[in-house]
């Protein structure tokens, strides 16, 4: 059995809540196990294929606009209350995530939005906020890697700028499993360009 394997849901989300109440980011390698990943990524590819996925954009309501140039994934928002089976777990993961985070620093997540998104061989997301211009509820923002076997070679890196000189910054590979959790007005981050298909489940728990 994976060490990990006996780490509970729960204990990694406690765990996940300390390190963003004492740095504002985690990041928690399996953070859901291998089949849970292996059947969302299954998920995905499936969607993909039913072309559910629509270019992203930036910004919202009549301030959005295409910008492949900044921006170059697909996405497909998830309605939790009718996601597949196969994000269930997921979301049930993030949902303990919330609780840990509301009772370690108060923040008073209260809603969740979601999208699946893809990134085709190429695509990156420039260096960005993920607090929209008009609208600050997006309180801190979560990704879930579902990528198998990724190498630094694949590129697709997360790279979070830690403070605003941008002389210091976190590097975060893909990997299928791998967490990503930060205070979304705080890092302003950027997704390098990857030479392989990279999917991700993201989301952003947002205050009233
Ligand atoms: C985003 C984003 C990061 C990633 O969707 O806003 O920054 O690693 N994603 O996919
Ligand atoms: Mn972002």
Redesign the pocket.
């Known amino acids: 059995m994976h060490p990990r394997a006996q780490c509970s849901a729960e204990s990694l989300a406690e765990q996940a809540a300390a390190a963003i109440a004492s740095s504002g980011i985690a990041v928690i390698e399996q953070f859901l196990p291998d089949d849970a990943i292996a059947a969302l990524r299954t998920e995905a590819q499936r969607l993909r294929a039913e072309e559910a996925f629509r270019q992203?954009g930036i910004g919202a309501g009549g301030d959005f606009r295409r910008h492949d140039d900044i921006?170059g994934?697909e996405?497909l928002w998830i309605e939790p209350e009718s996601a597949p089976a196969a994000l269930q777990q997921a979301l049930a993961a993030f949902e303990g995530l919330r609780l840990a985070v509301n009772r370690e620093l108060q923040l008073g997540l209260f809603d969740f939005e979601c999208?699946l998104?893809r990134?085709a061989p190429g695509a990156g997301?420039k260096r960005?906020y993920?607090q929209l211009r008009d609208d600050n509820r997006r309180q801190l923002?979560v990704?879930l890697?579902l990528n198998e076997h990724w190498q630094a070679a694949d590129g697709?890196t997360?790279r979070v700028f830690l403070d605003h000189d941008e002389a210091r910054t976190l590097e975060?590979l893909?990997t299928g499993g791998t967490l990503?959790a930060f205070l979304s007005e705080r890092f302003a981050?950027?997704?390098l360009p990857c030479t392989r298909e990279?999917f991700?489940l993201?989301g952003w728990f947002r205050r009233r």
């Open positions: 992203a921006r994934d996405i999208h998104a990134y997301y960005h993920d923002t990704t890697y697709g997360l975060i893909p990503v981050h950027e997704v990279r991700s993201t």
